[in-house]
């Protein structure tokens, strides 16, 4: 079965940095676009980044310049680099793919505060 398995997420104070990780199992990685979301409280879940299976990128319009996002075929890995943090993106931030269903990970806490 599809697992998608996030990790990185902590706390950071504001203009800091993290790494966020996603390994994925149970599919042909290369194949398919990886998303990041987050979710903050009270809030509805928004897509921060994708990444295509060519490599093409998009964000959020928030997280332009700031969040990087990349990928390891060969580790099935999926990252979300994110610099210069700021309060309003603490969230938990979810990895995500689609085939004939959406599959989801258990999200990982990223909490932005001094």
């Known amino acids: 079965q599809v697992q998608l398995v996030e990790s990185g997420g902590g706390l950071v104070q504001p203009g800091g940095s993290l790494r966020l990780s996603c390994a994925a199992s149970?599919?042909?990685?290369?194949?398919?676009?990886m998303n990041w979301y987050r979710q903050a409280p009270g809030k509805q879940r928004e897509l921060v980044a994708t990444?295509?299976?060519?490599?093409?990128?998009d964000y959020a319009d928030s997280v332009k310049g700031r969040f990087t996002i990349s990928r390891d075929n060969a580790k099935n890995t999926v990252y979300l680099q994110m610099n210069s943090l700021k309060p309003e993106d603490t969230a938990v931030y979810y990895c995500?793919?689609?085939?004939?269903?959406?599959?989801w990970g258990q999200g990982t806490q990223v909490t932005v505060s001094s």
């Open positions: 990444i295509t299976s060519g490599g093409s990128t």
């Open positions: 995500n793919t689609r085939s004939i269903r959406e599959y």
């Open positions: 149970g599919i042909i990685f290369r194949l398919y676009a």
